[in-house]
């Protein structure tokens, strides 16, 4: 009798895109060895889990060791052949098959206890030979221990089309990942504008979070799944009719998507003449080539901190300068956006010595580091003073609260300046400055503010958590993190009437940029820009190109007179659908 167990459970799409793929189960605790000792009865199942753990050890050396062959040659890969030899040993295989039948140890007791002895023995040797067959042998046993405990903490070895399932992923793991071989993420924790989901978003691979634990328990490690990251639903062990229809889908979303680069030269422009730019936002160099792809209008949005994440230090001035003069070469004319290093809250650098703090998003974070550290800051103006000679780069501060803030910021930008100046160092003495609008206070001073400098970018993510109090990582209260807001939405229009006033340009760059039930709001408001990850922008651009801003008005009014959120949004879900 053939029994089915296809079953689905819903999540919040925060990463477009249908997948099918296979389950790669991931944690970053370490696999426990649980020791213990078993009953008689036991012992059947006890050899089992061990001959199966070993078999899957097995296939994962092999592929491991195919991989090794393509990316480092033949000769690197054969260390994969010698531990491949190990784990077939039979004599290692007999002696933990003995160590559970006469001692009672579960899988994992009897390699301890194997592993302690040879330790004790290779030690009398006292030979550094031995010590280094001992580490390859601990090396072998933990993908046995991976495979009893069916998750990894290993991200560096996927197989060909992985969804990751884990309880949370941090964006430095994410920048580990070979995105060649990830399908999808289904994440247990996280928000719409955690970094690790924005990761997900311009890297244009599926995600879903907030799924139930229990989907993590019950899938298994290598089974395929559907991951719909339209509907917001994960569908375990699919029948094949499932299947089929979904491959269907698939192929009409990407038809879709297709379809949609024949916007790619149109401009984005509403019915009634009004234009607004849609910039990209990135993290990282390859994504400027999907940028060039949708023929965006430039970068709104280069968050630098994601660039430095990979290595094990920060860069130095020439490499940084080479890296945003090349990014701002290959953009050409159009405006390019690059944030000062905004690290902390959830953007850890592994290697930036920060402290351990109780409330990271209130703290040492953004301006503030930089100000402290005031090395790693000069380094990244020199670098990005210098590339400004070769395009429109242009420089954004993050996380301003106070003017006196900003004035130290652009006393030091002017330090760099001047120190160019006299090493006869080309730079655009005309470089424009902008200002991140994440906090408040300075959305409500922002008529002082935009005195200052010469342009705004308002950075919805942090405005949404910092003027509700609701954290945007926080899966638990993730319902309450809304930008339909009507304070969010009045701060918003107070900032940008304060931006018109003082005629400089202001954008939007946070998440909800590109939100399509918003559109509306922010054209009838007069925003120049919106700045989003590079697969929305045609979706926007078709929308944008649908409205007339002069019906428009009368909606924005209409929206700063509601007092709920879910007002608002229901308000512009109705319009959008109309
Ligand atoms: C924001 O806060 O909206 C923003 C764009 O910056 P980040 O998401 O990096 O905090
Ligand atoms: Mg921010």
Known sequence: MVIFRMKSYKGLPVSKGIVIGKVYKYSRKRTLIESNYIDGEEVASELNRFRQAR???HETLLLIKEKASKDLGESQAQIFDAYIHMLNDPVFGEQINELIREERLNVEGAIQKALAELAEKFKRLNNNYFQERLRDIEDVVSYILRALHGTTNDLTNLPANSIIVAEELTPSEIALLDKDLVEGFILRQGGMTSHTTIVARSLSIPAIINVDTRLLEELRNGEEVILDAIRGEVIVAPEWEVLERYRKKISIFKKKEEELLGLRQEESITRDGYRIRLAANIN??????SVLRVNGDGIGLLRTEFLFRKKDHLFDEERQFKIYKSIVEKIGDKPVVIRLLDIGGDKDLPYFDAPQEI???????????ALERQDIFKTQLRALLRASHY????ILIPFISSIEELREVKGIIIEMENELEQENIPYNRNIKIGLMIEIPSTAIMAEAFAREVDFFSIGTNDLIQYTIAVDRNNSKIASLYTPFHPAVMKLIYQVVKAARHEKIGVSVCGEAAANKYLL?????????ELSMSSGYILESK??????KKEDLEEVLDKVL???QAVEIENYLKKIMEA
Request: net charge neutral; charged share 30%.
């Open 520 to 528: 509306p709001v922010f054209v009838a408001m007069g925003i120049s």
């Open 284 to 289: 990282s160099l390859e994504e400027v080539d």
């Open 391 to 394: 395009g429109d780069l242009r």
């Open 561 to 563: 007179e509601m007092s």
């Open 55 to 57: 078999e899957m050890a």
């Open 359 to 369: 409330n990271p998003f209130l703290g040492w974070r953004g301006i503030r580091v």
């Open 542 to 547: 078709k929308l944008i190109r649908k409205l």
